[in-house]
């Protein structure tokens, strides 16, 4: 961590943030990028942000997204579709890292996030409730339409997405030759952004049930139980 000023980033209070229902375990981090060349500055990106991460007591995981089928291109089983999903109910909180093309995110990203639906059998749903912090890089000048998209989606999803966000411009010659952010600006932002997501993290993951308890879903349900008693009288 040769960029990392390590005194600046003290240790997360987590006593401070964590709830009495609070799992324990480290904060469980899934690292999405959005290109496949071999040299992807997305990658690197969150390849930096998953090494502050890891410093800052989380456990991350990164997918690769080659050989990802299109969205309706393939059933749910195939195994990078059922690996993608997996991740996703795994994971307590994302990272989505992609480039912005014309203006918007890539296809490359916006096809990972197809794949995760907002529910699956068992009651299970894999993004609601979890945080979310979003970042882009830019072959020109400084530009957050990326990271914009990137927020309606997380809102979409029903995941806590985060104030802060990270934007670097002509990435290309911001990523030294070992594929690395010197110290600057735009690492101490995504220091900045990691560094918030864990706290939120640690603040919501004990707490999202409740959060995210809607009324709406209530009423269903109460309508259901009448129905079901309803049908018994008859």
């Not at 997305?42 to 090494?51: G, I, K, L, N, V």
């Not at 890089?137 to 957050?144: D, K, L, N, T």
């Not at 993951?205 to 109460?222: I, N």
Request: glycine share 8%; hydrophobic share 40%; with cysteine.
């Amino acid at each position: 961590m040769p960029a990392l000023v390590a005194q600046a980033l003290p240790t997360i209070d987590v006593d401070n943030l964590k709830s009495a229902d609070d799992p324990g375990h480290k904060p469980r981090i899934l690292m999405l990028y959005g290109s496949l060349r071999d040299v992807s500055y997305s990658r690197r990106a969150a390849e930096e942000a998953a090494r502050i991460l890891d410093y800052l007591g989380c456990e991350t995981r990164m997918f690769d997204p080659r050989g990802l089928p299109q969205p309706d291109g393939a059933e749910p089983d195939h195994p990078k579709v059922a690996e993608l999903r997996d991740l996703a109910v795994w994971a307590e909180g994302m990272v989505w890292s992609s480039p912005e093309r014309h203006g918007a995110m890539t296809g490359i990203m916006k096809s990972q996030i197809d794949w995760l639906p907002l529910s699956l059998k068992g009651g299970i749903r894999p993004t609601q409730g979890k945080t979310l912090a979003v970042m882009q890089v830019s072959g020109g000048s400084q530009s957050f339409n990326a990271v914009n998209q990137m927020r309606i989606l997380g809102r979409w999803m029903r995941m806590i997405t985060i104030p802060n966000q990270s934007s670097i411009p002509k990435a290309w010659l911001e990523f030294d030759s070992e594929g690395r952010l010197p110290e600057g600006p735009f690492y101490n932002r995504i220091v900045d952004v990691m560094e918030e997501l864990v706290k939120f993290t640690w603040l919501t993951r004990g707490r999202s049930d409740y959060l995210v308890d809607r009324y709406s879903e209530r009423v269903e349900s109460a309508e259901d139980v009448h129905k079901r008693v309803s049908l018994k009288d008859v």
